[in-house]
């Protein structure tokens, strides 16, 4: 009998950390800024052999990354799809922290808002 509640108990432990996780990354999901969007070709005269996105023409099946951080492909077809490459945080929970961007390598830290070297850690 006892052997069979120390399953049961080390079961409902396993389930009970599986159900941590999954509701963590919720949380994660849901508290991020991520995106994205998808273009289907469009008519020109003449014709362009591929995407044209922000004033440029990228060929068919190439990727690139702007200036903005989002990562970009024009597939064969000249459908557009774009993705936002940093999944920032619109929700931190101390008002003596803030997100600080790198935009040259499509990064983020949580800095305290007074001193941007320190990153913040129990946000």
């Avoid at 273009?39 to 023409?57: A, L, R, S, Y």
């Avoid at 936002?84 to 040259?104: A, H």
Wanted: charged letters at 25%; aromatic letters at 10%.
């Amino acid at each position: 009998m006892i052997l069979l509640l120390s399953g049961y108990i080390s079961r409902q432990q396993s389930e009970n950390k599986l159900f941590a996780v999954l509701f963590g990354a919720g949380i994660l999901l849901t508290l991020c800024n991520a995106a994205c969007f998808t273009k289907e070709p469009e008519i020109h005269e003449p014709p362009i052999n591929g995407c044209f996105f922000e004033d440029e023409v990228h060929s068919f099946s190439s990727d690139w990354v702007t200036k903005d951080c989002m990562k970009c492909r024009c597939d064969n077809g000249g459908t557009l799809t774009c993705c936002q490459m940093l999944g920032l945080p619109i929700y931190i929970g101390r008002s003596d922290c803030e997100v600080l961007e790198d935009k040259k390598t499509c990064t983020y830290r949580i800095v305290y808002t007074s001193d941007h070297t320190k990153d913040c850690r129990d946000y």
